[in-house]
């Protein structure tokens, strides 16, 4: 492995040894190579390139007295500053861990003090500055933003670096990441990351190839923007990227091989076969982990994808090839990838030190006559001492130093504006917007049509969100044609057109990267999964991309979502396991994820605004499980009783039933005094007859449905446990790890001292047919249960 004193001591000779060009030449003059790179561009890409090697090594040194927490380093991938060149300052940009010399050209393109090339003038005159989209400059020239932002066109002959020039300012970025400073920019000392909301860098996690999903939704939804999608309106408004944004996003080769980034691969090249245009421009380092062509092979093997390739250690060969690809995209709005060879150096490779990127570019810049050695060395080193004085600046900033700081923006809960929201969708649905919800239910609102199943409920609800947030998209595998795999969606492409009711290939990981992108872009998306056990194979996209949006940026990026997933289990075992899944413990252990649970229509629709309004007002992220047994069913009691039904409630009722996250129901039974039922789904219609079976008996119990499974209703758990002293938890997920661990956990927590048992599923996967009787809760388990307990 090359260590960090080996790559500095190398460079530093290599760089003395260049000697001086045969010949000065300009800096506003383009290579000799007749590439499209100017002098001075070369030279800031050098910069950016330094800055990021610089910030390696200082990340090395930080880390060697115990200040320094993060020693992922871009060395030998800093080709890719290039590529940050080529694209615009505008361009969402999803990086990976080894993407520092990009985020380092990126911040010197926001700030101006990337050189901006004019057109040739026609005369010799000397020419007029000329406009771009950058700024109107002298040709060769820059912009250089001091600490207070004020702006300095500068025309350069190989400046030495300024002390609070834009690469200094990214570096403070960087570096404020590394100690973990609560001052750094994207994270506020929660991770280290490449973000920042005012440079358009999406945050990512350092997981191989997970944010790839992402960026084909934020492609596909920036699309449709331009195209004449609407936005949600109220407080989250679209990104603010061009109409002609190109979305880019930076993964290595060892992600080449990972699911998600086969994923997002795979359903960029199926939309394009669709006709759909998705505008993503992947780049691929290749610092040849992967064995000899396979990432080569692989990209260029992919349908629908335009494929680019360029030498990663030749800054002017990757501007020509990425600028080409970049407008290609741009252009046709279709995805490309590019595939740039690279090198890993330091880390845990030992890559070849001889093909390091910074000597490319200095041989390159000595060669054509922009520089000599001598004077690179001494920017290499005026750079390495800035940083150093940067970096003992940063190790004084304070760090998060309380759990109030380090979850604030996690996923903040904001009841009163969440209520409003839903208040202020039933007002507009009975005053102005009557007409256009008549008119979408064909003259016959869900009110009017008598009393509905829980399926239903969760329609008309779906119906009345779509007519409040024009930005709502409902979509996933089957959606629009069929209605969803239990018929939930039904009819709501035909209300509310293609473009906001789609279905997608089946795949689930792509189907939440979707939602993903789409919310980053602005838009209020509603994916189904067509069962909880498939959702469990793209958990990720919720755990480490959803849920740590905000945390990851501060607040300043979100990715609000609702997930509704038809899952628990049905009695009689129709489909087995695939279809029947009673396993919520990966969902429930995700911090900041809401998960929902309906049993009973007239709790659905509520909940459900409620989720729409939580993801719209606060960002959140929810998953809505709607139990797959109780979807058609009628009855409570006895057949035809008609009591697991309700009437939908008019928009004059919303904001009085109102139902607000971590709120539970409960159902009063006899005298109600001498049990309480905790439990959920499916669990409710169970506990409810056991109950009415237990008051023939003289036992008066109270049944709490808990609703929302995280954050579960603790308040009103121990309220409702309190009143009895006799508290049995009825949870159809298993045992081990399921919802009751967590009731019993919290009434522990708060010093509860009454009698407690727990009646749970069996430890097994859900078997085909009535064997799954035999592992299930069942009404008869819970009355005996519930006599046990009272017997203590």
């Known amino acids: 492995m090359t260590t960090p004193h080996d790559l500095d001591d190398r460079l530093r000779a290599e760089l003395a040894a260049l000697g001086a060009p045969d010949q000065r030449r300009d800096l506003g003059e383009p290579l000799s190579d007749g590439g499209a790179l100017t002098g001075a561009q070369a030279l800031a890409l050098f910069d950016a390139q330094l800055t990021s090697r610089l910030l390696d090594l200082a990340g090395r040194w930080l880390s060697g007295f115990g200040e320094g927490y993060y020693t992922i380093e871009s060395a030998g991938h800093e080709g890719d500053a290039a590529v940050a060149a080529a694209l615009r300052p ?24 990337f050189p901006v090339t004019s057109p040739e003038p026609e005369t010799e005159a000397e020419p007029e500055p000329e406009e771009t989209e950058a700024g109107s400059l002298p040709v060769g020239a820059g912009i250089v933003v001091d600490a207070d932002g004020d702006a300095t066109v500068v025309v350069p002959d190989l400046p030495q670096p300024a002390p609070d020039d834009a690469f200094a300012a990214a570096a403070r970025d960087v570096l404020r ?13 929660r991770a280290k990351v490449f973000g920042r909301a005012d440079l358009a860098v999406v ?28 936005p949600a309106d109220g407080e989250a408004e679209a990104a603010p990227w061009p109409a002609d944004a190109v979305v880019v996003c930076a993964f290595d080769d060892a992600a080449v091989d990972h699911a998600t980034a086969t994923a997002a691969l795979n359903t960029a090249g199926w939309y394009d076969h669709t006709g759909l245009r998705i505008p993503v421009l992947f780049v691929c380092a290749d610092g040849g982990a992967s064995a000899e062509g396979w990432v080569a ?37 279709r995805p490309a990838a590019l595939h740039l060879s690279a090198v890993r150096l330091m880390e845990h490779c030992d890559g070849d030190a001889a093909r390091d990127p910074l000597l490319a570019t200095a041989r390159l810049l000595v060669t054509s006559g922009y520089a000599s050695g001598e004077e690179l060395l001494a920017r290499y080193d005026e750079r390495g ?4 004085r940067v970096a003992e600046e940063v190790l004084d900033e304070p760090k998060l130093a309380s759990p109030v700081e380090i979850v604030r923006e996690l996923a903040p809960r904001r009841p009163v504006r969440v209520s409003r929201a839903v208040a202020e969708a039933a007002a507009h649905a009975a005053g102005p917007g009557a007409g256009a919800r008549a008119e979408a239910f064909g003259g016959k609102p869900p009110e009017l049509t008598g009393p509905l199943t829980l399926a239903q409920s969760i329609n008309a609800a779906l119906a009345d969100g779509m007519l409040d947030h024009p930005g709502t998209a409902v979509f996933g595998h089957d959606v629009a044609a069929r209605g969803g795999v239990y018929g939930v969606t039904e009819g709501l492409r035909d209300r509310f057109g293609a473009a906001r009711v789609f279905d997608t290939l089946p795949d689930e990981t792509s189907i939440l990267g979707l939602g993903l992108g789409a919310g980053l872009a602005g838009l209020l998306p509603v994916p189904e999964i067509r069962h909880l056990t498939l959702l469990h194979g793209a958990e990720d996209q919720l755990r480490g991309e959803a849920a740590t949006m905000r945390f990851l940026s501060r607040g300043a990026f979100r990715n609000p979502m609702v997930v509704r997933v038809p899952g628990l289990a049905s009695p009689d075992g129709l489909g087995g396991h695939d279809r029947n899944d009673d396993s919520l413990g990966a969902l429930r252990d995700v911090p900041g994820l809401v998960v929902a649970v309906p049993a009973r229509p007239d709790d659905a629709a509520p909940m ?35 009591e697991w039904t309700a ?5 004059g009722a919303w904001a009085d039933r109102h139902v607000p996250i971590g709120r539970a129901r409960v159902y009063g039974i006899g005298s109600a005094e001498d049990l309480t039922i905790i439990t959920f789904g499916n669990g409710v219609r169970m506990s409810l007859r056991a109950a009415a079976t237990l008051a023939e008996e003289g036992v008066g119990s109270r049944v709490v449905d808990l609703r929302w499974l995280a954050p579960l209703p603790v308040a009103d758990i121990i309220r409702e446990s309190s009143a009895t002293g006799r508290v049995l938890v009825v949870d159809e997920t298993r045992r081990t790890g399921g919802v009751g661990e967590g ?12 009698a407690a048992r727990r009646v749970a599923a069996l430890d097994s996967f859900v078997p085909l047919g009535p064997a799954a009787r035999q592992v299930l809760v069942s009404a008869e388990a819970i009355t005996q249960g519930a006599r046990t307990l009272l017997a203590r």
């Not at 001492?385 to 150093?388: A, E, F, S, T, V």
């Open 177 to 189: 990441g590394i100690v973990a400073s609560a001052e750094e920019p994207a994270a506020g000392g």
């Open 608 to 642: 459900l605004r409620t989720c729409l309004a939580a993801a719209r007002v606060d960002g959140s992220v929810c998953v809505f499980v709607e139990p797959i047994a109780l979807y058609h069913v009628r009855d409570l009691y006895t057949d035809g009783d008609d």
């Open 743 to 754: 009731v019993l956990s919290a009434l522990v927590d708060t010093g509860y001292v009454g």
């Open 90 to 113: 505008t361009d969402p940009a999803l990086l990976h861990a080894r993407s520092g010399a990009f985020y380092c050209l990126r911040a010197a393109q926001a700030a101006g003090a």
């Open 647 to 651: 009437e939908y409630a008019e928009p």
């Open 297 to 333: 092979a692989t990209l260029r093997a992919r349908p629908g994808i335009r494929y680019f390739a360029a030498d990663g250690t030749d800054v002017a060969a990757t501007y020509r090839v990425a600028a080409e690809a970049a407008e290609w995209v741009r252009r046709q709005r």
């Open 385 to 388: 001492w800035q940083l150093r």
């Open 203 to 230: 945050p990512t996690t350092s997981t191989a190839g997970s944010h790839l999903p992402r960026a084909v939704g934020l492609g596909l939804a920036l699309e449709r923007l331009r195209r004449g999608a609407r």
